[in-house]
């Protein structure tokens, strides 16, 4: 059973998706990162993998953070992101970190700036406002997602339906399980020196 605190989320989202699917239950998601690539060379390597597919190409995502006043959220691992992916397309995810992977739950909704006015009239408050560019890839069922964000290094972030999955995406790079981490978000930010949760904006202006 989930906590009174997302529990109210999940009915919000319910209430605000233009998806077809419940989000009554968390999914897991299973991913790795490798840092501080050669972008160039890692999207070379990856077009010489069988069966390679362009997905999005130098893509601009724009995100809000949202928590609630008191901070529950990140006191318990979790957020709410609200994303702009690309020209149409606008996800609203709620994520809880897990022990190796997260949890999450993502539905589609109308209106970036509308969907933060409903939230925010729901009772949460932005925490942040993070912009980064987005190539994603495809081989089989194995996602790689080669982000630039401001301020840190590039890195490539390695998604798949299973742990399993997500390390055969790890050696087809050439890299080992050791060369990956599970940082995300502050942490990640942390790993460089930079306090992320004090950052209101973060962009390319």
């Known amino acids: 059973m989930l906590p009174d605190y997302l529990r109210r989320l999940v009915d919000f989202f319910n209430e605000v998706s233009i998806s077809e699917c419940s989000v009554d239950e968390f999914s897991p998601e299973y991913e790795v990162r490798i840092l501080d690539i050669d972008k160039q060379g890692m999207i070379e390597k990856i077009i010489s993998l069988n069966g390679a597919e362009l997905v999005n190409n130098e893509m601009l995502q724009r995100r809000y953070i949202f928590d609630y006043p008191n901070g529950t959220l990140r006191e318990n ?7 702009s992916v690309g020209r149409e397309e606008i996800e609203l995810t709620l994520k809880k970190r ?3 992977s997260d949890f999450e739950k993502t539905v589609l909704v109308s209106g970036f700036e509308e969907t933060k006015v409903r939230l925010e009239a729901f009772g949460l408050v932005v925490t942040g ?3 980064n560019i987005r190539t994603t890839f495809k081989v089989g069922k194995i996602i790689f997602d080669l982000d630039t964000w401001p301020m840190i290094n590039p890195y490539i972030e390695i998604e798949a339906p299973s742990k399993e999955m997500v390390l055969e995406g790890v050696l087809l790079l050439g ?6 981490t599970h940082l995300v978000g502050e942490a990640l ?12 904006e973060l962009s390319f202006d």
């Open 77 to 83: 691992s979790s957020w709410v992101r609200l994303r």
């Open 189 to 200: 930010f942390r790993h460089y020196g930079i306090d992320l949760a004090s950052i209101k």
């Open 129 to 131: 406002y993070q912009e």
């Open 98 to 100: 897990g022990s190796g």
């Open 175 to 180: 890299f080992t399980e050791a060369d990956a």
